[in-house]
């Protein structure tokens, strides 16, 4: 079992080029970037995006989640009629509002997060995805609006909440306005709290900054996925801070759950009957 | 004056400066000889003297009227600004500093005690960077640690517990990003205070004294009433992480460009509805003229608290819940046609 962090920031399954005198279809197998594998692409999504070979969780969309968790067709869709606006006229190398045009033509969403009603066998529950295809899955209003609204709509039908988090943190295109989000979610999860709610943080590959700082970390029951990384700073942030080398597996699911941070680390294929079984447990 | 720091934009008073303690030097050796002689050398280098100050005085003014966002966040950081301790001991009388979070350690980058301002017994909680070496690197430079969190937590449910209000000076460039800080939970620390924070049944003011880096000053901010003093800033992240990250480098021009692309100074979160108030500074900064800004701070949280404390605890709680439960702008389309 080949089994290792990717060095690469992000990593992504490469579409192998079919030589000209291939009889593969191009884009029908797929290399592994943790161990290298040629693997068939349909078997890699009958097996939810974990390598066959190595056991690798590949990063997936709010979408892909949403149908790996949800009972059949059982998805309603909530909240989905925001989008961001750009209230700072924020602008780098690049304005903002032309980012989030080109974010939202690329990925067909309108921001980094889905979120509504679902089954998880036959459980009803409040889901929140974030979506890292859209700019890495960061938080700005539209995030935090969504997540604070399915947070009330879960306090007000008693339903469990479940959100997982896969993030770079607060979005800077919107500053202290994304800032605030951290606060409001949180006010949020307090009286969700005190209403007795069930919140499932599920944290994936990557969760970080202001996510991490919020509701991420605020769950009744915290899971996590193998080998993500989770964390407040990020690593290079870090290094830079204690000018030492990392040491190995810092960060990483199995860290956090040896450092008492984390209640489980669940592989992809078992979610479903975890979610299913802390409600269980909770009597929701 | 002269033995200020000096930072870049404020060269045209170094010459003043310079120029006046000269001035001031002749006067201590002349007075005895001729003092009380209207027409003296004495009488003259009185007027220059006073001349010089008054322009001093209108540079001075003239160059703080437009800082650049930029400009703000250096003074921000000014070395001589008044930090936590220092308005401590500017405004508390009968300060009792507690220590430690109980599970962990103390963090001396967070200051916790009961005291008395004004009329009033409050909690106070705050961030310190630091003045000498020694006290900088055991602050860690005003970078907290998921102990000094959970220390600040402790003690405002202390002050919550006995009706005692919270006031929380808030002056970090951001929570520390370290191996055990991430170890111990630094994002779960934050994470807890601010949903406790909302449900303390006691008012909390905050103030943003210097440095309002991120999560590391949120974590200390869910409060009733927010304001900051007129040369801090709060943001999402410090100009140098952002131009990092989004300009692809740190330099002077990127970093004075996400310092205003940010949208970090206190006019600026004003205008955002992030901060409630503005708390002025004597013209200069806070470090030309501490207890003056000491003043400001103290009549800002003694209006505020005596105002919230006539507020019923529910209400208070629910104008809490609101304040932040409003913040953020998106574009909310119509529902489409009701779906089964």
Not at chain 1, 63 to 69: D, H, N, P, S, V
Not at chain 1, 136 to 163: D, F, W, Y
């Given at each position: ?6 060095e ?7 579409e192998?080029r ?10 029908l ?12 692409r349909?078997h ?6 974990v390598?066959?070979e190595?056991?690798f969780?590949h ?6 989640r ?13 909240f ?25 033509i690329k990925?067909?969403a309108k ?11 036959g ?6 995805c974030l ?5 890495m899955?960061s938080m ?9 609204r ?12 479940v ?7 607060a ?19 307090a009286?969700?709290d005190?209403?007795?709610g069930?919140?499932i943080s ?7 900054g ?5 509701f ?17 700073a ?6 830079q801070?204690?000018r ?9 699911s ?7 941070l984390v ?9 479903r009957?975890?979610i ?5 447990y909770?009597?929701? | ?9 404020e ?9 006046i303690?000269a ?25 220059d ?18 800082l ?5 966040v250096?003074?921000?950081?000014h ?8 308005y ?9 500093e ?6 962990f ?6 200051v ?5 301002i ?8 705050g ?9 900088k ?6 970078c ?14 202390l ?13 970090t460039?951001?929570a520390?990003?370290g ?6 939970g630094?994002?779960e ?17 905050s ?10 000053a949120?974590g200390?901010?869910v ?8 040369n ?6 410090s ?7 989004l ?7 990127t ?13 600026d979160?004003?205008?955002?509805g ?6 002025p500074?004597p013209?200069g900064?806070?470090?030309?003229d501490a ?14 608290i ?13 104008r809490?819940?609101?304040?932040f ?16």
């Amino acid at each position: 079992m080949a089994r290792r962090a990717s060095e690469t920031p992000t990593r992504t399954w490469n579409e192998v080029r079919p030589q000209r005198r291939s009889a593969i279809p191009e884009g029908l197998w797929l290399r592994c970037q943790a161990c290298g594998k040629m693997v068939y692409r349909r078997h890699l999504e009958a097996n939810l995006n974990v390598c066959p070979e190595c056991d690798f969780h590949h990063r997936i969309s709010a979408a892909e989640r949403i149908g790996q968790l949800a009972d059949t067709d059982s998805f309603q869709e909530m909240f989905g009629n925001l989008s961001a606006a750009d209230p700072l006229q924020f602008k780098d190398l690049k304005a903002y509002s032309d980012r989030l045009l080109a974010e939202q033509i690329k990925t067909g969403a309108k921001d980094a997060i889905k979120a509504g009603r679902m089954f998880i066998k036959g459980r009803e529950a409040m889901v929140c995805c974030l979506d890292l295809t859209f700019m890495m899955g960061s938080m700005g209003s539209v995030v935090g609006e969504t997540i604070t609204r399915a947070i009330e709509e879960a306090t007000r039908t008693g339903l469990p909440l479940v959100i997982v988090s896969c993030s770079g943190g607060a979005r800077m295109q919107e500053s202290g306005l994304s800032l605030m989000q951290m606060a409001k979610t949180s006010a949020a999860l307090a009286r969700y709290d005190q209403a007795g709610g069930l919140f499932i943080s599920v944290l994936t590959d990557p969760t970080t900054g202001g996510v991490t700082a919020s509701f991420a970390m605020l769950g009744d029951v915290i899971f996590a996925e193998p080998n993500a990384l989770i964390g407040f700073a990020g690593p290079r942030v870090i290094q830079q801070t204690i000018r030492q080398e990392l040491p190995e597996g810092f960060q990483r699911s199995e860290f956090l759950r040896k450092s008492g941070l984390v209640d489980r680390v669940i592989h992809r294929s078992q979610l479903r009957n975890e979610i299913a079984r802390i409600i269980d447990y909770s009597g929701k | 004056m002269s033995a200020y720091y000096q930072l870049d934009f404020e060269k045209p008073l170094v010459e003043l400066d310079r120029q006046i303690e000269a001035l001031e030097t002749q006067l201590k050796n002349e007075q005895p000889a001729a003092a009380g002689d209207p027409g003296s050398h004495v009488a003259k280098l009185t007027a220059d003297i006073a001349s010089l100050r008054a322009r001093h005085a209108s540079e001075l003014k003239a160059i703080y009227a437009k800082l650049t966002p930029w400009q703000t966040v250096r003074v921000a950081r000014h070395p001589q600004r008044p930090q936590t301790r220092d308005y401590v001991a500017m405004i508390c009388r009968d300060f009792t500093e507690l220590h430690g979070d109980r599970r962990f350690g103390d963090d001396p980058a967070m200051v916790t005690g009961f005291a008395r301002i004004g009329p009033l017994k409050v909690m106070v909680v705050g961030h310190q960077k630091g003045k000498e070496t020694s006290e900088k690197i055991a602050c860690h430079f005003g970078c907290a640690h998921p102990e000094g969190y959970r220390k600040a937590l402790a003690k405002m449910k202390l002050a919550a517990k006995y009706g005692v209000p919270i006031v929380t000076l808030v002056d970090t460039p951001g929570a520390y990003p370290g191996l055990g800080a991430e170890q111990r939970g630094q994002a779960e620390a934050i994470a807890v205070n601010m949903l406790e924070m909302s449900r303390l049944a006691v008012p909390i003011v905050s103030i943003v004294i210097g440095e309002g880096g991120s999560g590391g000053a949120l974590g200390i901010a869910v409060a009733d009433r927010v304001a900051m003093l007129s040369n801090s800033w709060y943001s999402v992240i410090s100009p140098e992480g952002c131009a990092a990250i989004l300009w692809k480098e740190a330099n002077e021009q990127t970093n004075s460009a996400a310092a205003k692309s940010l949208k970090l100074t206190a006019s600026d979160n004003l205008a955002l509805g992030i901060v409630d108030d503005v708390i002025p500074e004597p013209p200069g900064g806070a470090h030309r003229d501490a207890r003056s800004t000491a003043m400001n701070l103290q009549a800002w949280i003694v209006q505020q608290i005596q105002r919230l404390r006539t507020v019923p605890a529910n209400d208070l709680l629910e104008r809490r819940y609101e304040r932040f439960r409003k913040m953020g702008v998106y574009i909310e389309q119509a529902e489409p046609a009701a779906s089964a």
